[in-house]
């Protein structure tokens, strides 16, 4: 094995997994975060987000004394780049979201005066097409002595490659050992560096292409799932138009042996699928018209889901007169983008919950069994409940996300006038 250090840049929802996951093979890792608190939390040997089984990876590999984090980065023998990758600030509502490489060329900064000839750079952020061949002009116009794929090929003293994660929220660590990758070096040997390093506990297939085209799969992987998921959502739509039963239509379609409808939601949210597809979008505007039309169908659900909710305000209090609108109680169960996760990142239940704050003069109950405190954006807007609480007091329930938790309610326990289940929590609502 070559690689004595390897360093991760970025310790999120991806960056720290894949951090631990080296450090329990044994090799040094470090972890560089803007973030002291996170940091700080991961030298302690805990962690900072939810995420099975990786606390237990964490502590041990910290204890070992494999894994340390800093705020700064250090020499090492590889680089994995695991940050964000936002959306630029939009002039317009209906301008085309376009992505935000300022974290990537941060990243860049911080690491080209410590490259050394030999090493290996990896994008694993989720990116628009030639973004890593962006990474290696920042790279190679920091550092004029050194050369790169770009100029020297094969002959490269830096090796370049993008390797997307392909793993799910609540099951990061078993994927990212099972999963195949996507290598997309800059070159032959760049992939095959590549490949060397992953092979250090990945046991699925690390299948070779070129660098545009490995950061193409990861954004097709999840646009075709928000095609999948707006064709549900707006069925979904439809049915409550014609008074139909969308999940008995979806379980009934579903057994004919070719189709396999996904369920609809309040919306689609995470930094994959809720992202992924702007980024093909921005780049070929004209060309991608069904990708384009679905992520329209999936952002405007949740104003469907508003708009629920008002229509049971008013229903409310036509069925209660001696009552006004800042008497009725309303509970959102859930905040984060899916299940059984503390993730809020593009979470439609959190912008739905965010919403009905800005209307509703009642109060609002947020039921989420996955964080311990509420967002600064929610701090004074709503009120962090219990689920038993929010059963006995809410005049309207609002069901966002299908947490583990929520699934033990038995519907007659709820108090509420109106329940609005947006995730089929009761397949009969």
Do not use: H
């Given at each position: 094995?070559?690689?004595?250090?390897?360093?991760?840049?970025?310790?999120?929802?991806?960056?720290?997994?894949?951090?631990?996951?080296?450090?329990?093979?044994?090799?040094?890792?470090?972890?560089?975060?803007?973030?002291?608190?996170?940091v700080d939390t991961i030298n302690r040997g805990e962690i900072h987000i939810v995420e099975p089984d990786l606390d237990i990876l964490v502590k041990a590999s910290v204890n070992q004394g494999y894994l340390r984090?800093?705020?700064k980065a250090e020499a090492a023998d590889a680089f994995l780049i695991a940050v964000p990758t936002p959306f630029l600030p939009k002039e317009t509502d209906s301008d085309i979201p376009k992505p935000d490489l300022k974290y990537i060329e941060s990243a860049a900064e911080s690491i080209a005066p410590i490259l050394k000839k030999g090493d290996l750079v990896i994008l694993e952020s989720t990116s628009p097409v030639g973004a890593t061949e962006k990474l290696a002009d920042w790279l190679s116009e920091r550092r004029a002595d050194l050369t790169f794929p770009k100029t020297h090929g094969e002959e490269s003293d830096i090796r370049i490659a993008h390797c997307p994660e392909r793993v799910l929220p609540g099951h990061v660590v078993r994927e990212l050992v099972e999963n195949d990758r996507v290598i997309g070096g800059l070159t032959q040997k760049c992939s095959e560096k590549a490949i060397e390093l992953y092979k250090t506990f990945v046991k699925g297939d690390c299948v070779i292409t070129n660098?545009?085209?490995?950061?193409m799969a990861k954004l097709t992987e999840n646009s075709c799932r928000d095609v999948q998921i707006?064709?549900?959502?707006?069925?979904?739509?439809?049915?409550?138009?014609?008074?139909?039963?969308?999940?008995?239509?979806?379980?009934?379609?579903?057994?004919h042996p070719r189709i396999n409808i996904l369920q609809p939601g309040p919306g689609v949210g995470g930094h994959c699928i809720a992202v992924d597809p702007w980024f093909i979008v921005s780049k070929t505007p004209e060309q991608a018209q069904m990708i384009h039309t679905a992520r329209k169908v999936n952002d405007g659900k949740p104003l469907w889901v508003i708009d629920k909710v008002k229509i049971a305000i008013s229903d409310f209090l036509q069925a209660n007169p001696d009552?006004?609108?800042?008497?009725?109680?309303?509970?959102?169960?859930?905040?984060?983008?899916?299940?059984?996760?503390?993730?809020?990142?593009?979470?439609?239940?959190?912008n739905i919950t965010k919403a009905i704050a800005k209307f509703h003069s009642g109060d609002l109950l947020a039921v989420e069994p996955n964080i311990k405190s509420l967002p600064s954006s929610l701090v004074n807007l709503i009120d962090l409940t219990s689920l038993d609480y929010a059963k006995n007091n809410a005049d309207i329930s609002v069901v966002l996300v299908k947490h583990t938790e929520f699934k033990k309610i038995i519907k007659n326990e709820l108090r509420s006038y109106s329940v609005i289940d947006t995730c089929g929590l009761w397949k009969e609502l």
């Open positions: 094995m070559s690689f004595e250090t390897i360093s991760v840049i970025g310790l999120g929802y991806i960056g720290l997994p894949t951090a631990a996951m080296f450090a329990s093979n044994k090799i040094k890792v470090i972890g560089v975060d803007i973030n002291q608190n996170a984090a800093t705020t660098s545009r085209t490995a950061e707006a064709f549900a959502n707006e069925l979904s739509i439809i049915c409550d138009k014609l008074d139909i039963n969308v999940w008995e239509l979806i379980s009934l379609a579903n057994r009552k006004t609108a800042k008497d009725v109680s309303i509970a959102c169960y859930g905040l984060a983008f899916k299940a059984d996760i503390d993730d809020l990142r593009e979470s439609p239940a959190l």
